[in-house]
């Protein structure tokens, strides 16, 4: 038993240990963590010596990726998600659906003894693109928004539609019973709305709860279980666990502006953000590691074929997802303007391209084939599971590598790079609270005692700097501050709070104050100067 635990934990320092070297490796390299991360688990497969380190479908589904979905359903707009939908659902429903029966047509070309229904389980195997992959590439290389907008909806909620169609094929593949349309169609109403509920009963019981607790500890741990308590019940229940974590994602991130103090948001901020930063780490560095165990199980097949195989099955991909955009996007457009009276203009071909361009697998897609049964109810065995299992990698790999290493040069080409200057909404949004600010410290000055009026008065100038960056008409800074003015009290902050930690830490070396005190005054300060970024930076 010991032996067996302290293997487990010397795998899991290997692991993490990669996971660090990767991610400073792809800080340095400039390149999108994910991708740096598949190679560098690619090449650790070859190393003598390497533990083989298989991947466990119930670690990925039940462990894994109930945080991962919570943290991108947290960090996603409601308001976006909402006005995109029905772009969403085309890609989701839509797109799933046309490649799953793409690959059902297409199948005997990469795998012998086929028929329609191992077609449809591979098809639905490698239709969902990757909720993390997708969005942390897009955002690095610079998409417009909008497109950022769609492929996050796209890849949150895409898992449920393709994880049925999987359901449905291996019922007919191994299952004795032939499922009809009838129980495919009520199984995926049922799967969507119970799902969704689930979400919101579970997220109105966490915000309850939040409601009456302000402590960051409890809170964040409390931030942690949820996802695995909507999980889990929703799976439970035979609804979609996936459904029930995005929607209460998305319901408690609404509300958390009440019930989260600005202390416990930064810690859960900075929780959350290396929670999923090494559980996003393992599971790439375990789909590198797993070329060994891929190729290992298919020894009938020379490794030129199977490479051929390979490549062919994740272009046809591709060109599956660039073949359903062109008509998807027109008709999803069509909808948004006729009923629902969204005025937004058509996508012209090289945004179609872009989004075309974006699909890349993830770890679903080759847990999902690893989870596949060996053999059927009759005792036969499963012989293309790992003909099914290799292509996945496939297209994990081509997808996840080459798209995303060729996305930056295509977005140039393209003249789609996002422009880096503030949006109009954000500076009008800034210039709104500033001038809310301003107009009640102009009220409480005409009604304050004259001691006092210096407080208002030094806070009314503070908040005039802030404004004199935000003019409206492209004219500049007004009421006589320019921006040298403003840039220089910047300056002159920033050298202050570094002052200030200066002569703190000289006081705990020369013995007049404690570290704990010292730890103190710098959260003070750390917390001053992230307001202060947050607001100038």
């Given at each position: ?96 659906t046309?490649t ?17 229904r ?9 239709a ?30 895409n ?28 199984r ?12 919101l009963?579970?997220?109105e ?16 741990a ?8 909507a999980y ?21 991130s ?9 202390g ?10 290396s ?10 560095v375990?789909?590198?590691l ?6 290992g ?5 020379h ?15 591709i ?12 008709f999803?457009n ?18 179609i ?12 897609s ?10 059927f ?7 293309q ?20 290493l ?8 393209l ?9 109009p ?17 102009d009220?409480?000055?005409?009604n304050?005692?004259?001691?006092v009026?210096g407080v ?7 908040y005039r700097?802030?404004?004199s ?5 492209g ?33 705990r ?21 992230s307001?202060?970024?947050a607001?100038?930076g």
């Amino acid at each position: 038993m010991r032996a067996n635990v302290h293997a487990l934990e010397l795998v899991f320092l290997l692991l993490l240990l990669f996971v660090v070297v990767f991610g400073v490796l792809s800080q340095k390299l400039k390149t999108p963590y994910p991708i740096v991360l598949v190679i560098g688990g690619l090449l650790l497969s070859f190393v003598p010596g390497i533990p083989r380190i298989t991947l466990n479908p119930d670690v990925v589904f039940f462990v894994i990726l109930p945080p991962l979905l919570y943290n991108a359903a947290w960090l996603t707009s409601w308001r976006e998600f909402s006005y995109n939908l029905v772009s969403i659902l085309f890609l989701a429903f839509g797109l799933v659906t046309f490649t799953v029966l793409g690959v059902t047509a297409a199948g005997h070309w990469f795998i012998s003894g086929f028929d329609w229904r191992v077609g449809l389980v591979l098809g639905a195997v490698v239709a969902p693109t990757d909720a993390i992959a997708a969005t942390s590439i897009a955002k690095r290389i610079g998409l417009p928004k909008r497109i950022v907008d769609i492929l996050e909806g796209e890849s949150l909620i895409n898992d449920a539609t393709a994880l049925l169609a999987l359901e449905f094929g291996l019922a007919l593949l191994v299952g004795s019973a032939t499922p009809t349309f009838e129980f495919g169609f009520l199984r995926l109403i049922y799967l969507i709305s119970v799902g969704i509920l689930v979400g919101l009963v579970i997220g109105e019981i966490v915000h309850f709860v939040e409601d009456r607790v302000d402590d960051g500890p409890i809170e964040i741990a409390l931030s942690i279980l949820t996802p695995y308590v909507a999980y889990l019940t929703a799976e439970r229940i035979r609804a979609s666990g996936v459904l029930a974590v995005v929607t209460c994602g998305l319901y408690l991130s609404r509300k958390s502006s009440h019930f989260f103090s600005p202390g416990v948001r930064l810690q859960a901020w900075a929780v959350w953000e290396s929670l999923t930063f090494i559980l996003n780490g393992l599971v790439f560095v375990l789909i590198g590691l797993q070329l060994p165990y891929v190729l290992g199980a298919i020894q009938d097949h020379h490794l030129g074929t199977l490479l051929l195989y390979g490549a062919i099955f994740s272009g046809f991909l591709i060109l599956l997802r660039v073949i359903w955009l062109f008509p998807g996007a027109y008709f999803a457009n069509l909808i948004r303007r006729r009923v629902l009276h969204q005025n937004e203009p058509m996508p012209g071909k090289r945004q179609i391209l872009v989004i075309g361009w974006t699909g890349m697998r993830g770890v679903i897609s080759l847990a999902a084939a690893i989870a596949l049964p060996q053999t059927f109810e009759n005792g036969s065995p499963f012989v293309q599971r790992n003909m099914i299992i290799f292509l996945a990698f496939s297209a994990i790999l081509v997808t996840l590598v080459l798209q995303g290493l060729t996305l930056p040069p295509l977005i140039r080409a393209l003249g789609l790079a996002a422009d880096t200057h503030q949006h109009p909404e954000e500076v009008s949004a800034r210039r709104s609270l500033v001038e809310a600010a301003l107009r009640y410290l102009d009220e409480a000055r005409q009604n304050a005692a004259p001691e006092v009026a210096g407080v208002y008065d030094d806070l009314a100038q503070h908040y005039r700097y802030r404004l004199s960056t935000l003019s409206e008409d492209g004219q500049g800074p007004r009421d006589g501050i320019g921006p040298e003015f403003y840039n220089r009290y910047i300056e002159v902050s920033s050298e202050l709070r570094r002052i200030e930690r200066q002569t703190a830490v000289e006081l705990r070396n020369q013995r007049l104050i404690s570290d704990e005190l010292l730890r103190q005054i710098e959260r003070e300060l750390d917390l001053d100067e992230s307001r202060f970024l947050a607001k100038h930076g």
